[in-house]
């Protein structure tokens, strides 16, 4: 098992920045690349950015690249989403997720462990 504790959410007005962090336990975390997905109200959950095991390679959503950045420091089983320039569309639960698979995977259904969430809210 893997726990997953995401934080750093808030109120933020448009243009601003917020980092997420997501602390993990548990199994070992450098076996896992760490994914973030949100979630807005009467949406499905939508992929926003992965990074591979080891940290070397990123993936992002078209709507966040460029603006969000990925990150993970192994030492402190802690995987970050620095958000900059922030727009009221990114409004959502954001959370974090944990894949025992070798690359870097974007959809949902292949990530084993998820934190509980934490809200963002960008006004205008």
């Known amino acids: 098992q893997v726990q997953l504790v995401e934080s750093g959410g808030g109120l933020v007005q448009a243009g601003g920045s917020l980092r997420l962090s997501c602390a993990a336990s548990?199994?070992?975390?450098?076996?896992?690349?760490m994914g973030w997905f949100r979630q807005a109200p009467g949406k499905e959950r939508e992929f926003v950015a992965a990074i591979s095991r080891g940290g070397s390679n990123t993936y992002y959503a078209d709507s966040v690249k460029g603006r969000f950045t990925i990150s993970r420091d192994n030492a402190k089983n802690t995987v970050y989403l620095q958000m900059n320039s922030l727009k009221p569309e990114d409004t959502a639960v954001y959370y974090c997720?944990?894949?025992?698979?070798?690359?870097?995977?974007?959809?949902?259904?292949?990530?084993?462990?998820w934190g509980q969430g934490t809200q963002v809210t960008v006004s205008s």
């Open positions: 997720a944990a894949a025992g698979v070798v690359g870097i995977p974007t959809t949902p259904r292949r990530y084993d462990y």
């Open positions: 548990g199994r070992t975390f450098s076996n896992y690349a």
